[in-house]
Each structure stands twice: as C-alpha cells, then as structure tokens.
C-alpha cells in the first residue's frame, strides 16, 4: 500500500522569503502522480502543483516549485516571495495512475505561517 | 473553478438519524469521490463512482453508503450517524479517473452529530 509522509505539522517564513516543504512516500509503482494541495482558512482544496513520475522535470507554476527524486520518492514544495495569502495547510499526496480506483492518498498536511 | 457544489454546508445531528449530503457537478466529469477530513488523518476515501450506477468502496467506507443516478449528482448517506462520523467531508471529481487526470474538490461539508 501506498503511504505520504510529511514530517513537518507546522512551519513559519517571513513575508518575501522562501520556505520548502517536505514530503516522503512509499510506493512500489512506478507510473504515478505526485500533487501538492493547499488548503486556507476558508476550508477549499486547492490545486497548486501536479507532477508525473515519468516526467524527470521538476514542475513549476509561478512561485511554487517542486523537487522531485524519484530514487529517494522524496517531494518536496518550494514557495519563493511567499506572501500573507500562502498561509494554509499544506497536504501532499499521491496517485497511482495504474490503478482503477485513482483515489488520493494523502499525508497529514503542514500548516504553514506567514508572517509579516 | 471547477463547478462543484455541496449541500449543506453545514449541518448538526442526532446520534442514530439519517443523514445524507449531496454533491453536484456541471462538468460533467465520469469520476466523482467522497473524502472525509479529520485531525491528524489528512483526507481519505469514503467511496467513489466511475458512472451512473457504478460505486465501490474506499479505504474508509463502513457506516456509508453512496448512490449516483445521474452524472451529476453523488449522493452520500450515513444510514445511522454516529459521533465518530463527525467530520468535514469533501466531494472531489475528475474527467478520467486515475488514469490522467487531477482531482478538483467542492468546498466540503461540515458534519457533527451528537
């Protein structure tokens, strides 16, 4: 079975600076997706990085970037110029796109803290 | 966004009454998915759907049930609520399961029963 590990419940970053999110996990397939998903005070799931494991680029979408080691199954989210509205939880999770199921498996969240 | 809706948004019950939480899509995506959220557990699957009538269980389904009778609607019943049922639920969908495509969530359900 599939399991997401993220070690840090909570971390804090200065308002500008950057902050990288950890995340672990464990599988023995090797077509998957990896997601990180945001979600702020008002509860919303929100999208905020998708990455394919067959696909040795690292995805990026504006601030947010990812580093993804396949080897190590190690996926980490880095927030650049983090601002006030990037406080939230952070959840990592993952996807086995050989499965008929294609549920989510989640790790527990970060909740991340900007601070002015 | 994703044209996703769930009703209620919140809701308070008796240990023992029915309840049943509704989620609507004008995607018309094939897969749609239950998931409660609970401290310390990050989101898991209740149950999901691949088409009208066609449902399976998830890793959490015990005290659920599930209905779709059209692709757009994706019914959630608890037959008999129970306090360990209290939860935020959240409806996802996606457009071609887990094959290729991302999942998009509704704004969830808050859910305590007595």
């Known amino acids: 079975a599939q399991t997401v590990t993220q070690s840090q419940p909570e971390m804090s970053v200065q308002e500008a600076e950057t902050v990288t999110l950890s995340c672990t996990y464990d599988?023995?397939?090797?077509?998957?997706?990896l997601f990180w998903y945001k979600q702020p005070p008002s509860r919303q799931m929100i999208l905020v990085i998708r990455q394919e494991a067959y696909k040795q680029q690292n995805a990026t979408e504006n601030r947010f970037s990812v580093n993804f080691q396949k080897a190590a199954k190690s996926f980490s989210l880095k927030i650049s110029d983090s601002q006030l509205g990037d406080t939230a939880m952070y959840f990592c999770a993952f996807m086995n796109r050989g499965g008929s199921q294609g549920n989510l498996i989640f790790g527990k969240g970060t909740k991340l803290s900007v601070k002015p | 966004d994703a044209g996703i809706t769930q009703s209620p948004r919140h809701k308070v019950t008796e240990t023992g009454t029915p309840v049943t939480l509704r989620c609507h899509q004008t995607?018309?995506?094939?897969?749609m998915y239950w998931y409660r959220q609970d401290p310390g557990h990050g989101l898991r699957l209740i149950h999901y759907s691949y088409g009208v009538k066609d449902t399976d269980k998830g890793e959490v389904s015990d005290g659920y049930s599930v209905s779709r009778s059209k692709t757009e609607d994706f019914l959630l019943t608890l037959e008999s609520a129970t306090s360990s049922q209290t939860s935020v639920y959240f409806c996802?969908?996606?457009?071609?399961?887990?094959?290729?495509?991302?999942?998009?969530f509704g704004p969830g359900t808050r859910l305590t029963v007595l």
């Open positions: 996802a969908i996606s457009e071609a399961g887990g094959y290729t495509d991302t999942q998009y």
């Open positions: 995607e018309n995506h094939r897969y």
């Open positions: 599988t023995s397939e090797n077509n998957y997706y």
